[in-house]
């Protein structure tokens, strides 16, 4: 008798059914990273940790009363891609690089960088969800390019420090905050976090309210940022329009844009982020909402959403996202078989895609930016089936608002 499948979760559990169609479904889905990091193990000059040399040559430029800001950099003995955080982060790090040295300085951020990588992946891989199959988060891993973990970006251990406050919210809010702030002090976008608080299981009222605070310290952080920058600010937005907004748009909102002739920094670009913010915060919103999911899941799910707000998302953010897009994934199986048939082969045929478009070099066509417009679509299209569950008690709040704001009281 043969079992008719209806949905891709269906036959990714017929395929690992077994030990050997297991550890095949695992090679196939960790190839695109694992090759990358195999390739650079193996090449007599594979360089790791480009990014990070980046900040350690700003800082050492700074120290020694030289602009940071070079579209090709040079520091003794390393290989910087340029430099394009903000002069207060070079001065931050300068007196520790000046003690160090920068080969001192790559040595010692091991000791931060593999810790924090290996919570991440514990986070994207293992960390116990029963509504999110472990297969299914494997399969992300196919989107990450292996250059993610090779490069030693200082967002890793950022994000690290983030997933640990998000971990201790159900008892208190304060340390995440504290490292969503801390983040967007070398990251702006890391304010995107934020969007964890509307999302917890807390009185509407209540989490708006911790919202609004924390958007209102973070963005005075980064004002000081921007305003504070002293005699290298011109210098400092000249290298962030010619390699953050033009070279290097990411694999989110931007590169989508930017592919139209948007770049990041146009007025077009900027006022459809906003119209897409809003509409992906709204959906994330409905699906925490209306799909019953428990506290820690609603965190997971904000965790998620944020990375895909992030108008510059990259690589090395994606394992934050893979619990988050697989459990939405999973929400449109109460919606429907019909409905999860189309969702569930949606995620695992851009993620094959993915696969093939690594085996073939095929480097005209970027896996990431594909897997991550499919994440958006997935997340927009579960978000309005669950909000048509509720079609009544929704057109109840657009005919009389009152309704709404008295329940969020």
């Keep these: 008798m043969t079992l008719r499948v209806t949905d891709a979760l269906s036959f990714v559990r017929r395929w690992t059914a077994t030990w050997w169609g297991a550890a095949l479904f695992g090679l196939v889905f960790l190839f695109p990273v694992l090759g990358n990091v195999i390739s650079r193990l193996t090449k007599k000059h594979g360089w790791w940790l480009n990014d ?54 790559r040595w010692l951020y091991l000791i931060v960088l593999v810790p924090a990588t290996l919570l991440l992946i514990w986070y994207a891989l293992f960390k116990l969800m029963p509504k999110t199959p472990f ?32 971990l201790a919210l159900p008892r208190t809010r304060l340390p995440f905050i504290a490292a969503v702030i801390l983040g967007a002090l070398v990251k702006p976008v890391f304010l995107t976090y934020l969007i964890v608080l509307l999302y917890q299981d807390k009185p509407l009222i209540d989490r708006v309210r911790a919202t609004v605070i924390s958007a209102v310290v973070g963005l005075a952080a980064v004002a000081w940022l921007l305003y504070g920058a002293g005699p290298l600010s011109a210098q400092w937005h000249g290298i962030l329009g010619a390699i953050v907004v033009q070279q290097q748009p990411g694999i989110g909102f931007f590169s989508y844009t930017s592919l139209i002739g948007l ?147």
């Design 263 to 409: 770049p990041g920094q146009s007025t077009g670009a900027q006022l459809a982020f906003v119209v897409f913010a809003g509409v992906m915060a709204l959906s994330g919103l409905v699906l925490a909402e209306w799909s019953g999911l428990e506290p820690s899941e609603r965190i997971v799910l904000g965790l998620g959403i944020a990375q895909l707000l992030n108008p510059r998302l990259m690589d090395y953010d994606l394992m934050m996202l893979a619990p988050a897009i697989v459990l939405i994934v999973m929400l449109a199986k109460p919606l429907g078989a019909r409905t999860f048939a189309w969702v569930s082969w949606a995620f695992f045929a851009v993620l094959v895609l993915a696969v093939v478009l690594n085996i073939a070099e095929v480097n005209a066509i970027k896996r990431a930016p594909i897997a991550v417009f499919v994440y958006c679509g997935i997340t927009i299209f579960v978000a309005a089936r669950t909000a048509q569950q509720h079609e009544a008690r929704i057109r109840g709040w657009v005919k009389d608002p009152k309704t709404l704001f008295a329940k969020a009281a």
């Design 52 to 105: 990070y040399d980046a900040l350690i040559c700003g800082a050492q430029s700074l120290a020694h009363g030289q602009s940071p800001y070079s579209l090709h950099p040079v520091c003794e003995g390393i290989r910087p891609a340029p430099f394009v955080y903000a002069p207060q982060v070079a001065a931050f790090f300068a007196p520790f690089v000046n003690a160090t040295g920068l080969m001192g300085a």
């Design 135 to 166: 297969v299914l988060r494997l399969m992300t891993f196919a989107a990450i390019n292996g250059s993610a973990f090779a490069c030693g970006n200082i967002g890793i251990p950022l994000h690290a420090l983030v997933l640990a406050g998000a």
